[in-house]
Structure formats: structure tokens, C-alpha cells
């Protein structure tokens, strides 16, 4: 791998993690939207689980939504995206390690204050058991970002 690169990577914030992905348009927009983007361009450390573009479109379809300009004008926006935000590091090392001494299963703190319950079975992290982590440990110099392929429904909406 390219050392300066990630070097250079991890420098920036988390939010600039996500800003140069081309998979996360809709993430950002929303975090820009709900005023959370300056929150995590911020000392941290964050671990944000970031839902890809095809995890909104799939979220946005199921929860009757005509679109994402509708999720992105939803006023519990914030609340929603402060639910895939832990305000600590968690690398996938530590989650593993976490999880296999808790019996496969550890629950960590939203920024919202909801829970998230993380699933390890084998190489496989599942959050809320419905969403997959599919890329870890994309590091940032005030935290880390770990893609996921859901959304995070707050827990009123399930």
C-alpha cells in the first residue's frame, strides 16, 4: 500500500474520510445537513459506522420515503445519524477482541445514546443485527470510519 497516502489520509478528520469516498454522497449530505459534520470534523475520537449509498437508497425505499431529499429533510435527521456515531475509537481489533470476551456480542454507546449491539461471527461484524460491516478500519486522525451496507433505524422505528 501506498504509506503516504494513508498517512495522509489519517491526518484528516473522519468527516474527510467520508467526503473522499465516492460511495458515501448521501452520508455526507446528511451529516452536512444535520449540522453533524462540523461536530465530527472535531477533536474526536469518533468510530462513525457509514452507511453506503446503496444502504440510504435500500432505507430510504423501505421506510416509505419518495426519496433521500425526504430522509434528508426528516427532523430526527441528526438523531438518526448521531445512532452509527460512538465517541471513541473502536477499530476493528478492538471490537473483535471486545466482542469474543463478551461471548461474540458487545453493545457500545451511540452519540444519541442509543445502543448498538455488535455481532462478531467469524470475520463477520453485524451491528443491530441488520447491517454488515463491509470495509474497516479506514483510519482518520480524529478516529475511524467502518462502512456498513445499513442503515441504523432508530429504535422507536423499528
Known sequence: TDTAATDAMAAGTVVDTITSSPDHATLLAALQGAGLAETL???????????????????VASAGLASADDL?????LASILEGHVVPSALLSADILA?????????EVAALNGSPITITVDGGTVTLNGTATV???????????????DGVL???AAQ
Open 153 to 155: 433505524a432508530p429504535a
Open 72 to 76: 434528508l429533510a426528516d427532523p430526527n
Open 41 to 59: 470534523a472535531g477533536a474526536g475520537p469518533y468510530t462513525v459506522f457509514a452507511p453506503n449509498d446503496a444502504a440510504f437508497e435500500a432505507y
Open 98 to 106: 471486545q466482542a469474543e470476551a463478551a461471548g461474540g456480542t458487545l
Open 134 to 148: 463491509s470495509t474497516a478500519d479506514l483510519a482518520a486522525g480524529n478516529g475511524v470510519v467502518h462502512v456498513i
